[in-house]
């Protein structure tokens, strides 16, 4: 079999046909043989600013030609990371925070869960290691992200993965208090998308993330969100924190950061991490990656932030949700449909038992729109926010048309 050299992320390592994206603008993109798609996944959850924004490229641009890359560690810095950080702080769900940067949220969630324990090994209370996560949760694919997340078959065949992690019911404030009373002192953090995102479009239950945090506050225990999908506008706010009005002491994020125009994630370090952290100048933090504060990576997430604020996408968030969740709705309310899940920006559609969303998804490819499938059993949308109410009503009927003509083969 004559294979291509390039192994897929995600895919099956003998798969032989792709589609070949070789252009973008908006929520549109284009293939090697000119077919147009609505990309009502902002390509994988990241791309809320749109293709093709020519000042996001310019900023990458004009910054590699000015200084391509220079390393952050120790005493080195650089302007684009300056500034960006500041921005960051700026906007964080809490107050006087600072930034560490990575490359991705794979990056950042390993970060964060390094920093809770940390956290309590330079209190003298290195025990204070498990960290609770929750069913259905993605949190990356790294080590530590394998071992938080809560979808069973990303975690086959990897052998031992990281210990000191237990999960929880994703919607059962009693199971996390119920861990917490279990292990006592020994639980460091709690650790938690606001919208359950890859696992399958999960708002969280009324009071839930309030309950989290109140918990946490009971026994000391961190609060960690996973903002890799939720923040920069996806709920519309510029953090999910924001969104359900609750405080976290560390954020993870990345996708929306820069829109995919160049990697990057971080974490957003609370005032009660960092007193722990600030509080001895002869401790050095040794963790870090080569490419943290990478200048083009900065460049873009400063542009991109200046497109999200003048192109009002924050407030566009709620607008999208008003139009798709309805879309969505009627399709379930006329059975081609099990049910919808999602707010603002970030929507699912969960199928009847014996459609396959792959099945579907390929359906809706050969109609122009690229949705995600989740497992067999539901479609994920997650538009680029620059996304028009035509392309929606197209996301919607591509949908409806897709799921009919599936239908309609397997009577036959």
Known sequence: MDLPPFLHPFARPNAERFIEIVRGEGALVWDDEGHEYVDALASLWYCVAGHGRSEIADAVGEQLRTLDAFHTFELFTNPAAERLTSELADLAPMDDARVFL?????????????????FWAWQGLPERSVIVSRDRAYHGVTYGGTSAQGLAPNKEHWGELLGGVVQVHADSLEEVERQLAEHGDRIAAVITEPVQGAG????????????????????????????????????????????????????????????????????????????????????????????????????????????????????????????????????????????????????ALALHPEDSALVVRDEMLALGVIPRPIATHSLAFCPPLVITDEQLDRTVDATRNALASVRDRAGA
Not at 111 to 118: I, Q, V
Not at 325 to 341: K, S
Request: hydrophobic residues 40%; glycine residues 16%; charged residues 20%.
């Open 102 to 118: 990575t490359n991705s949220g794979s990056e950042a969630v390993d970060t964060a869960m390094k920093l809770t324990r940390l």
């Open 200 to 347: 399958g479009v999960f708002p969280p239950v009324d009071g839930y993330l309030q309950g989290l945090r109140e918990l946490c506050d009971r026994t000391g225990a961190l609060l960690v969100f996973d903002e890799v999908i939720t923040g920069f506008g996806r709920l519309g706010t510029w953090w999910g924190a924001q969104r359900y009005g609750v405080t976290p002491d560390l954020v993870t994020f990345a996708k929306g950061v820069t829109s995919g125009y160049q990697p990057l994630g971080g974490v957003l370090v609370g005032p009660r991490v960092r007193e722990v952290l600030e509080a001895d100048d002869q401790r050095w933090f040794r963790h870090g990656f080569t490419y943290s504060g990478h200048p083009a990576a900065c460049a873009a997430a400063s542009a991109n932030l200046a497109v999200l604020r003048g192109d009002g996408l924050l407030e566009r968030a709620p607008e999208v949700g008003a139009r798709l969740g309805p879309g969505l709705q009627a399709i379930v309310d006329d059975g081609l449909a099990a049910g919808v899940r999602g707010t603002d920006g970030i929507w």
